[in-house]
């Protein structure tokens, strides 16, 4: 079964300093990889999205990701995060025909 | 653009009690879902539609759960009956294509059963 993996459940970093939040995948073909975002009693909001033009994808709020297929891995980066930025991260990978969910990161942003 | 709508934002309802929350996806968009967000999980598909057929529906409890999208544009989605472990956070989401284009996610409507 294709399958996305978040490698930290949570990650904690200080404002100012970068943030990097981990994701796998499995596939036998390139898929399409997109980071959600979801903040506190919110909806989710899309990021960023990869569907197998560049591979260093920039998003919203200077979030930036990079597809490297040697690897199978999808992951996000932040040269330096903010308060708001603390919420829950989802990576998601679009397969055939439906979306598949990670079972998310929460970044956590101390002052 | 409008987005995503879906109603109630919350609801609490008593276990055995039947409940249907609904969802008006994005204009024009053919796939539309249905997460269940479990607290401290990620989302799972429940059933996905294309147009007014259904592409996915492995995992969603067909002996409580029932949903139906006429006319390929709105949607309901309903529990009857529910039970305590249906406490969650109901998401609904519209794509253009159904080939695991970004999908666009409503604010979801939070279920509690108790």
């Known amino acids: 079964a294709q399958s996305v993996t978040q490698l930290d459940s949570h990650v904690s970093v200080s404002e100012g300093t970068p943030v990097l939040l981990r994701c796998n995948y499995s596939?036998?073909?390139?898929?399409?990889l997109f980071w959600y975002v979801q903040h506190p009693n919110k909806g989710l909001q899309l990021l960023l999205k990869?569907?197998?033009?560049?591979?260093l994808v920039k998003g919203i709020n200077g979030f930036e990701a990079e597809f490297k297929k040697s690897e199978t891995s999808f992951h996000l980066t932040k040269p330096s995060a903010h308060m708001s930025d603390a919420a829950e991260y989802f990576c998601?990978?679009?397969?055939?025909?439906?979306?598949?969910f990670g079972k998310g990161t929460m970044l956590l942003v101390s002052p | 653009e409008a987005g995503v709508a879906q109603s109630p934002r919350y609801k609490i309802i008593e276990k055995r009690q039947s409940v249907a929350f609904w969802c008006n996806p994005i204009?024009?968009?053919?796939?539309l879902y249905w997460y269940q967000q479990i607290l401290g999980q990620g989302p799972k598909l429940l059933i996905q539609?294309?147009?007014?057929?259904?592409?996915?529906d492995s995992q969603l409890p067909k002996d409580r759960f029932s949903a139906e999208r006429l006319k390929g544009v709105d949607s309901t989605l309903k529990i009857q009956p529910a039970k305590l472990e249906d406490s969650a956070v109901y998401l609904c989401?519209?794509?253009?294509?159904?080939?695991?284009?970004?999908?666009?996610f409503g604010q979801g409507t939070r279920l509690t059963v108790v």
């Open positions: 989401a519209s794509s253009s294509t159904w080939t695991g284009t970004e999908a666009f």
């Open positions: 596939s036998s073909y390139s898929p399409s």
């Open positions: 990869y569907t197998s033009a560049a591979t």
């Open positions: 998601v990978r679009g397969g055939y025909s439906t979306l598949t």
């Open positions: 204009s024009g968009h053919a796939t």
């Open positions: 539609f294309q147009n007014n057929g259904v592409v996915d």
